[in-house]
């Protein structure tokens, strides 16, 4: 069972909903839960799980490396690569590894042979567990422009059996897409806000290009104006959870605390959450 | 020489698009531009009449002609995206446009056709003209859309003899952003006091020192946490990154953003209204120079 949070805009408290969500189910629902932060940009929801981390693998993607002695300058390598990232300049071959795919086409082009494969890391994915949490989450590096594949590397941490919950990166291009891709539900979470509104509306055509069953969560839902939800009855999207503008969240939240932890009259809207979760997505 | 200054966040939401709202109508003889591709919001607050419509191509996706296609499977075999299902259908979104699949199927069968992946805008708005873009939902390459966006923005200050380009970018520190800030005069960095937000200035400033593009830093809602603001500043001293702005936390921004227009038309006298007068004034200095 996996449920991604996501929002076409960033900040508007996916991470917060998803952090709170797995200990949610964790503490006092007795799931298996797993958090995979696929927001490998700025991955956050370790800051506020105080999660431990258990292993570091690098992720690797694999690039031509080029063997001078065997290349005869005859440029098919450059041809068949539709990313500029080798060039073939007066018989001379340039790789450009940070604009290469890995897709390994001009390793097969080569009639010289003169092309292998070599590693080049763009991230790592560390492991841990907070409590009884397993938590996965990915880091690119700074620098790199290549996500999808590491947010690939952190999904494949998804186990059958237990709840795996995806927090997402912003946007609806590809890193976004690829996290969500796959999963049983999307939650798409909010502001009720001219910003929030837009970017919501974004999010859900992309749910629906993917064809993912999804509702909303309105956070901050006292601040702004009625049209966010105005749209989701339109457009018939269920809201699923609403948390209010709160001072003491805000606080909570510049600290790193989980705003369950710390104000646990909010339990009620997270057991509301879950229930309603259960009640869409069959187990 | 034309400056350019990139305002960017590490983690979205920081308020970043306010910010060049407000610097919009705080400065003048400027082009703005909305780099933010993915989740465009500038043009809510500055309302702008579209004068150019202009179509971004981009990348390439695989197309297998059934007829032709021997069902030999080497290109099931070659895609490294799991692009190509067992019934040799192609999946568009995991399809990277490698055209690896094109180029070895015995068969001749498949294509790689272009991408109509958005558009750019020119536009008119109260506050000067604007580049703005939308990325089509689902399509990749908003690094590339970012860097069109940006030469339209330079070329068009060039041709209207306009002193400095403001850029909204996008957040993380990814594609986008790196297409955002390379080749930029400076950088300002929108951060929060919260544990994140600190997490996400320090890893955003590096990226501006790895492209080596001087940062200046400003702190939204400072007031929520002002040990936290402390540190920040502290920490940003040590790296020569300057604070020149801290924005207290004020009900006015999101009033202001409701009814479409920046805090300083709506509430001038706004305690972030006046903060960000002051951080107008360095920003216009720092352009000057
Ligand atoms: S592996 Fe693919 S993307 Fe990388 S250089 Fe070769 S052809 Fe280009
Ligand atoms: S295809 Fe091989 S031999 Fe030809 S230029 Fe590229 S590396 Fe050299």
Known sequence: MNIAIASGKGGTGKTTVATNLAFYLQHHAKEDVALLDCDVEEPNCHLFLKSVCLETKKVILPVPSLDPDKCTGCGKCSEICQFAAIACIKGKVLTFPELCHGCGGCILACPAGALSEQEREIGTVETGTSGKIKTVYGQLRVGEAMSPPLIRAVKSHAQNGQINIIDSPPGTSCPVIQAVKGCDFVLLVTEPTPFGLNDLSLAVEMVRVLGLPFAVGINRSTIGDEKVREYCRNEKIPIILEIPEDREIASMYSRGRLVLESLPHYMEKFEKLYLQLKEVIPC | ?289
């Open chain 2, 1 to 289: 020489m034309l400056k350019e200054l990139v305002v960017i966040s590490g983690k979205g939401g920081t308020g970043k698009t306010s910010i060049v709202a407000a610097l919009a109508s705080l400065l003048n003889n400027k082009v703005l531009a909305d780099c933010d591709v993915d989740a465009a919001d500038l043009h809510l607050v500055l309302q702008p009449q579209i004068l150019e419509k202009k179509e971004f191509w981009s990348g390439k996706t695989a197309s297998i002609n059934r007829e032709n296609c021997a069902e030999c499977g080497k290109c099931l075999e070659l895609c490294r995206f799991a692009a190509i299902s067992n019934d040799y259908a192609i999946d568009n979104i995991a399809c990277e446009g490698c055209g690896v699949c094109a180029y070895f199927c015995p068969a001749g069968a498949i294509d790689l056709k272009d991408n109509l992946c958005g558009h750019i805008f020119v536009s008119r708005t109260p506050h000067g003209p604007m580049v703005h873009a939308r990325l089509d939902i689902a399509e990749e390459n908003s690094g590339k859309l970012v860097s069109q966006v940006r030469t339209q923005a330079r070329a068009l200050a060039y041709a209207e003899k306009r002193s400095a380009v403001i850029v909204d970018g996008p957040p993380g520190t990814g594609c986008p952003v790196i297409a955002s800030i390379s080749g930029a005069s400076t950088v300002l960095v929108v951060t929060e006091p919260t544990v994140s937000g600190i997490h996400d200035l320090e890893r955003v400033l590096e990226l501006a020192r790895h492209f080596r593009i001087p940062a200046i830093v400003c702190i939204n809602k400072w007031d929520i946490n002002p040990g936290i603001s402390a540190s920040i500043t502290n920490k940003c001293e040590q790296i020569e990154a300057r604070v020149v702005g801290q924005i207290p936390y004020d009900g006015a921004v999101t009033r202001a953003q409701v009814q479409g227009i920046s805090v300083l038309e709506y509430d001038p006298g706004s305690p972030a209204s006046l903060e960000l007068q002051k951080l107008g004034k360095v920003v216009e200095s720092l352009l000057n120079q």
